[in-house]
């Protein structure tokens, strides 16, 4: 079974620096999708981005970036520039290519932004 | 146009009571996920409905079950609630079409259920 694990409860950044949140993951597959999840108090969960793990490439979108290193089997996410807006809840979350939409999330990195 | 929605907000119920949650997904998409977020945890999947027909079950006992409508609008039941039911209730659509991967999934605001 698919594990997806995150080892950083909580983060602080200064506003408008950089910050780096961890995830690892294990599978036997070698297809697969992995995704950075946005959970604002609001509750709502937002896609921050998506990473194909075919592609080399890292995915980026606009302040964010991830590190996806598959034969370590980690996907990092990198938050430029970190603005307010940006505190919330993290999680990195696994999906394969199967015939379902199941996700399955890691437990959260709570992300403080220090003004 | 309106996004995932999600009802009621919040609910509060005994133990071995039973609960209907409701979701109505965005326009067009014909496939919705429930899913469970425990309070300091991430969501774990329960159900997949598609075109009115299950695509995918969670780890969950036969307590919980779900329906989807022809308006694709979809129910989650929970019977005889035990106090660690008590959760956030999330769902989540996509269009469903071709490569489920690939289909991008829609979040609403999730109902929060709590057990006394």
């Known amino acids: 079974a698919q594990t997806v694990t995150q080892s950083q409860p909580e983060m602080s950044v200064q506003e408008a620096e950089t910050v780096t949140l961890s995830c690892t993951y294990d599978t036997s597959e070698s297809d697969y999708y992995l995704f950075w999840y946005k959970q604002p108090p609001s509750r709502q969960m937002i896609l921050v981005i998506r990473?194909?793990?075919?592609?080399?490439q890292n995915a980026t979108e606009n302040r964010f970036s991830v590190n996806f290193q598959k034969a370590a089997k980690s996907f990092s996410l990198k938050i430029s520039d970190s603005q307010l807006g940006d505190a919330a809840m993290y999680f990195c979350a696994y999906r394969s290519p199967g015939r379902d939409d199941k996700i399955i999330f890691g437990k959260g990195t709570r992300l403080h932004i220090l003004p | 146009d309106a996004g995932v929605t999600q009802s009621p907000t919040h609910l509060i119920k005994t133990r071995g009571q039973h609960v209907t949650l409701r979701c109505s997904p965005i326009s067009g998409h014909k496939s919705v996920s429930w899913y469970q977020q425990v309070l300091g945890q991430g969501p774990q999947f329960i159900f997949q409905?598609?075109?009115?027909?299950?695509?995918g079950r969670g780890n969950f006992p036969d307590r919980f079950s779900a329906r989807q409508f022809p308006n694709y609008s979809s129910e989650l039941n929970v019977n005889a609630l035990l106090l660690g039911d008590s959760a956030l209730y999330l769902c989540a659509s996509s269009l469903g079409l071709g490569q489920p991967s690939n289909q991008p999934q829609h979040f609403g605001d999730g109902t929060r259920l709590s057990i006394l």
């Open positions: 990473q194909e793990a075919y592609k080399q």
């Open positions: 409905y598609y075109e009115k027909e299950e695509r």
